[in-house]
């Protein structure tokens, strides 16, 4: 279904590897987690969590100023707007992978792989390798760590952390194991409503009203305690150049505030290995660029 390819260690880099008495494999790891990557924006703030949620297959002007998602456009108007974030390709499960692991990993459709059939860094395992907390919390998921393909209105294709052995199944917890005590969260998690709760199979107003149900109170709390809400979409309708929706929602960003710069999934996983202080970056966000000029000082 797919293939995995690895790309040729740079001449100076395996004549290095040689002489160190490494592998050119260490070496070009090293190269690729290393201080070789260009370092984070200084603007990047510090938040204790941030929460991810990853929506379904629909454009920017489907949603921001649509009065269909009239909680999507408050946190827009509270918080700060990409308006040119894109995401990488299509269909779906390809973009999460990206979003996750700054690659496909060879997947290039929504077939259901084997677990754990990548041990390449993503942001999961940056994080615990770190020292640092990650979970993700998938609503309809039958139960904690399942890798079942589908399940109902659940879908594996929208859980990119299944995919790496690197990650425990144990950190993927089902929708009502969400914390009510925020201060429980971890640093970094994700949270990806089901099939009809994500505007996949049902309307934007629902997807909407989802959303303040079950992240408003989450919203409210990060508006005080230095933590910030995501939310963002895995890819357009295939008609406006995958040109998604893309808010950021809590204390350390500038109300109102609106970026027209061109950022993609790259660009938000890297943003959020800054926002966690890491130092070490997955695939392609070691070359994206963070997101920058939405941040309160």
């Given at each position: ?199 996949h199979d049902c309307s934007v107003g629902t997807g909407d009203t989802w959303l303040k149900n079950n992240l408003k109170a989450y919203a409210d709390w990060a508006k005080t305690h230095n933590s910030l809400l995501v939310v963002t979409f895995d890819e357009d309708n295939r008609l406006a150049g995958n040109n998604i929706p893309t808010v950021f929602y809590g204390q350390p ?45």
């Amino acid at each position: 279904m797919f293939g995995i390819s690895l790309s040729r260690p740079r001449r100076s880099l395996t004549a290095l590897a040689s002489a160190l008495g490494i592998s050119a494999a260490a070496a070009g790891l090293w190269t690729g987690l290393g201080a070789s990557q260009p370092a984070h924006a200084a603007a990047l703030p510090s938040p204790d969590h941030v929460v991810v949620v990853v929506f379904e297959n629909h454009a920017y002007n489907q949603v921001i100023g649509s009065s269909s998602a009239p909680y999507i456009n408050s946190l827009k108007a509270g918080g700060a707007n990409l308006t040119k974030s894109f995401g990488v390709t299509h269909p779906s499960q390809p973009n999460y992978l990206q979003l996750f692991s700054g690659s496909n990993q060879g997947v290039t459709d929504d077939s259901c792989y084997t677990p754990g059939f990548s041990s390449a860094p993503n942001l999961a395992s940056e994080l615990i390798a770190a020292g640092k907390s990650w979970g993700s919390y998938n609503e309809t998921l039958p139960s904690q760590g399942s890798t079942t393909c589908s399940s109902g209105k659940y879908a594996r294709k929208h859980n990119p952390w299944f995919a790496f052995s690197n990650v425990p199944t144990s950190s993927a917890k089902t929708m009502t194991q969400f914390p009510t005590d925020f201060t429980t969260l971890p640093k970094v998690s994700f949270v990806v409503p089901n099939l009809c709760s994500d505007m996949h199979d049902c309307s934007v107003g629902t997807g909407d009203t989802w959303l303040k149900n079950n992240l408003k109170a989450y919203a409210d709390w990060a508006k005080t305690h230095n933590s910030l809400l995501v939310v963002t979409f895995d890819e357009d309708n295939r008609l406006a150049g995958n040109n998604i929706p893309t808010v950021f929602y809590g204390q350390p960003v500038t109300p109102g505030a609106t970026s027209s710069t061109t950022y993609n999934h790259y660009s938000l996983l890297r943003t959020l290995e800054g926002l966690a202080g890491l130092t070490t970056h997955a695939g392609n966000a070691a070359t994206a660029t963070d997101i920058t000029g939405i941040w309160a000082s």
